[in-house]
């Protein structure tokens, strides 16, 4: 009986103990299926997100990519030379664009110079000019007087939420200085109008027709030193004045204001707590080939002034210097007559450099490098070597900031074919990424005038990463397929609302 009856109860035991069993795996099955759709709820809430922050990224960065053709016509060229030296030395070729840009008396001249009425001025508000760049235009600080921060670049201080904008103060007379041996302004027109070799040898200054001279001889300002302005807004800049001052009296001091001082840049030392300023420190004939260090406590200086060397014992002429995220630094500079980039890392405290040091674009003749970094690529804007005048930018990229670097061609979109092949009339001098809008960055550049130095202009537009080179890489079986560098031309434009915060 006892068995008889444990039987059933040993079965609805189990029956109990199997319902029960079914029963938590039921619960499981709807927590597991609960979970799943939430899972799928959130990744479709996440891709909807991404893709509502992508459409709003694309629509404010649409803006800044908008194309913009340039309608620009050159009349015929004017005739200089006397009818007795043509029919002596032979017709010769009618001025480029190029030379009527750089012929201050030309008319495209003043068409690239517009007049100081024109000028971005931040007191002017009120009126809807404000916040926008005018590539070229004059740009004057919050005291009125023109900004003087030529060959310069931008730093963003953190303790004090404000931008830094350095360069170099050419507001001096304009001379011509002694030009012999390695002046690249004399080798850039030449190279450019007769073909001739890099190297210039004082045999070719010789063979230049006489107003060919009178455009590129090596043209200079005595060193007044390097300024600082500040701003919260990137377009509004106040005067800090001369942070690092050139040398009156003493001759042999490498910031006499005999020699030359170009392209400082500054960045800070998370370790140290000091501003590092480095820059091209240099002879008037550019024999020197150096650059020069200075520090600061503030980023308002004033700087004072360590010494100068010759990096890695090479010749170091245009120059930046580049910190990467993880407080590592880096000078770059031309070397060997400007044919090759040079890139080397700093020492911890920014002051010198280690002996980490790789040659890059070897016989491409390079200079004026601006680098920047996006979404773990290293990538730079160079321009070619032709002094004052300008040629066409190339960009760069790379995996490793030591290299291999690999070129990717000319950035510059929209204006016109010369345009284009001008860098927009002007020359690389920085990046600066745009704070919360990743993947855009401002490229700024200096539209020189080589008369009037101090007069020269400032380009900054809109540079974004993204989309598919124009040119094949070079061993692309090596190397990523890298995104396209574009520089993009408007004659008018500003940082779209809210971009520090988007
Ligand atoms: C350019 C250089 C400028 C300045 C100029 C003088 O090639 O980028 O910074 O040195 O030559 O001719």
Known sequence: MGGRSRQPKVLAFRCYAASHRSLTMVVWCLAALVMVVNFHLLLVHKEDEDTRVHEIHRSIVGELEKVEEEKFRVSPPRSRRNPRAVRRKGEQKPPSVVDEFLDESSSVHAM????????????????????FYYPGRV???TAGNPIQAHGGGVIYDEKSETYFWYGENKDGKTYKAHSKGADRCVQGALMRAYNFPAVLDSVYEAQLPGDMLQVCSVRKVDIVGVSCYSSKDLWTWRNEGVVLRGEEKNATHDLHKSNVLERPKVIYNDRTGKYVMWMHIDDTNY?????????????????????????????????TIFKDDNGKAYLIYSSEDNSEL????????????????????????????????????????????TGWAPNTALAHAATSVMGPWETLGNPCVGGNDIFRSTTFFSQSTFVLPIPGLSGSFIFMADRWNPSELRDSRYLWLPLTVGGLPDEAADYS???????????????????????RES
């Not at 690239?112 to 916040?131: C, L, Q, T, W």
């Open 477 to 499: 079986f090596m190397f990523p397929l890298w995104s396209r560098v574009s520089i993009y031309w408007h004659r008018r434009w500003r940082l779209p609302e809210g971009w």
């Open 287 to 319: 024999t020197k080939a150096s650059v020069g260090v200075a520090i600061s406590n503030s980023p308002t200086g004033p700087f004072s002034y360590l010494y100068s060397k010759r990096p890695h014992d090479c010749e170091s002429r245009d120059m």
């Open 342 to 385: 040079h890139i080397g890392q700093l020492t911890d405290d920014y002051l010198d450099v280690t002996n980490n040091m790789r040659r890059f674009l070897i016989a491409q003749h390079r200079e004026a490098p601006a680098l920047f970094k996006y979404d773990g690529t290293y990538y730079m804007i160079t321009s070619g070597c």
């Open 139 to 141: 740009w004057l600080d």
């Open 112 to 131: 690239f110079f517009p007049e100081r009425k024109m000028a971005i001025d931040p007191k002017n508000d009120g009126n809807d000019s404000v916040y």
